[in-house]
């Protein structure tokens, strides 16, 4: 089936660490998204990608790295620096203005 | 200028009632105004779009009102349904960027649904 797969689904972290989450999608499309999803505060933009090694910064990229070494792949990079990093995260394809979300995965820092 | 903010934060409703969503907007270069449905441990998942060449669109039992002039759009949902209790999102973007590029979505806060039985 085509769709967006996001790794892990739960995801427990130490403060201080660095953590990478996957997302993968086998729908062919060029754009690719992450949003970060906070109770009350809707869907916010981390960084997004129209095209292979190309990638630009959302609304709150700080603390954030991507990477767009293949069509198929986007992952983000939650690094020691995101200072409130708990939270659920979002990856999306986008076609002809609408986006494919995957299910998402929920990043707990302990 | 980027920001939608849509009300209210949450709405519960009787099963066969009308649940109305609200969403305000500030870019009028906005021309993609789409609803999306989210369940509870799910990715949202596109409802229903309009663009403003449009007052209006309906799907099913779900309806976009769309008001240009007061930079305004609305999400009605009729007769609605137990299995309608989710969270909607409006938002909206300048649908196409150039190039192959669509424009990104810019989302407002969320509405959370409850429709009783």
């Known amino acids: 089936d085509g769709g967006i797969t996001q790794s892990p689904k739960y995801l427990f972290r130490k403060e201080g660490q660095n953590v990478t989450l996957s997302c993968e999608q086998n729908?062919?499309?060029?754009?690719m998204y992450w949003y970060r999803q906070d109770p009350g505060q809707g869907l916010r933009l981390i960084y997004y990608?129209?095209?292979?090694?190309?990638?630009q910064k959302g609304d709150i990229a700080e603390g954030y790295s991507v990477s767009r070494e293949k069509k198929e792949s986007f992952p983000l990079t939650v690094t020691s620096a995101q200072k409130n990093p708990t939270a659920f995260y979002l990856c999306?394809?986008?076609?002809?203005?609408?986006?494919?979300f995957g299910e998402g995965s929920r990043l707990t820092v302990l | 200028q980027q920001q939608v903010k849509q009300s209210p934060q949450s709405l519960i409703v009787q099963k066969g009632g009308i649940s109305i969503i609200n969403c305000a907007y500030e870019?009028?270069?906005?021309?993609?105004f789409p609803w999306y449905q989210q369940f509870p441990g799910k990715g949202p998942a596109l409802l229903i779009a309009?663009?403003?060449?449009?007052s209006e669109k309906k799907e099913g039992r779900f309806t976009i009102s769309f008001n240009k002039s007061a930079k305004q759009f609305s999400l009605h949902i009729m007769d609605s349904q137990p299995g309608d209790s989710a969270t909607y999102f409006c938002?909206?973007?300048?649908?196409?960027?150039?190039?192959?590029?669509?424009?990104?979505?810019?989302f407002g806060q969320g509405t959370i649904l409850t429709v009783h039985p």
């Open positions: 999306a394809s986008q076609v002809t203005g609408e986006l494919f």
């Open positions: 729908l062919n499309h060029d754009a």
């Open positions: 990608s129209q095209i292979v090694n190309d990638f």
């Open positions: 870019n009028t270069a906005f021309d993609y």
């Open positions: 309009i663009r403003p060449d449009v």
């Open positions: 938002a909206a973007s300048i649908f196409y960027a150039g190039g192959t590029s669509y424009g990104k979505l810019t």
